[in-house]
């Protein structure tokens, strides 16, 4: 699927055609964070504008360009001991799973009569 400014994202959309405006859906914890160099051709760059530690989990959300709200990532495990390491306005690449993005169309309410 592609973002409003053209930009391809991966998401499975199980062989159907769509066209017009939809909402692309991940799970925060679907969502990898790297400062990296290493993060694939169809990620997203943005910087970070929070991050909240929150126990066994670190939630970083992200501001890009193309999207209209930040971006949430959620951070486990060995992860979440990395997540020490980001702080807000550090640029950072977002990435995902095809299979981990959903795509929802969006739909005109339909008026009553």
Not at 41 to 46: D, H, I, P, W
Not at 56 to 69: E, G, H, K, M, Y
Not at 78 to 93: G, K, T, Y
Request: aromatic share 4%.
């Amino acid at each position: 699927v592609h973002l409003v400014d053209g930009r391809p994202v991966p998401c499975n959309t199980n062989g159907v055609q769509r066209s017009g405006a939809a909402t692309l859906m991940i799970r925060p914890e679907s969502i990898h964070v790297s400062t990296d160099d290493d993060a694939p051709v169809a990620s997203l760059t943005g910087r970070i504008v929070q991050t909240s530690f929150l126990g066994s989990q670190t939630r970083i959300a992200v501001r890009c360009d193309p999207v209209p709200v930040p971006i949430t990532a959620s951070l486990f495990g060995r992860e979440r001991l990395a997540a020490r390491d980001f702080i807000p306005d550090m640029e950072v690449s977002l990435w995902w799973d095809r299979d981990d993005a959903v795509l929802l169309t969006e739909t005109q309410p339909q008026e009553v009569e």
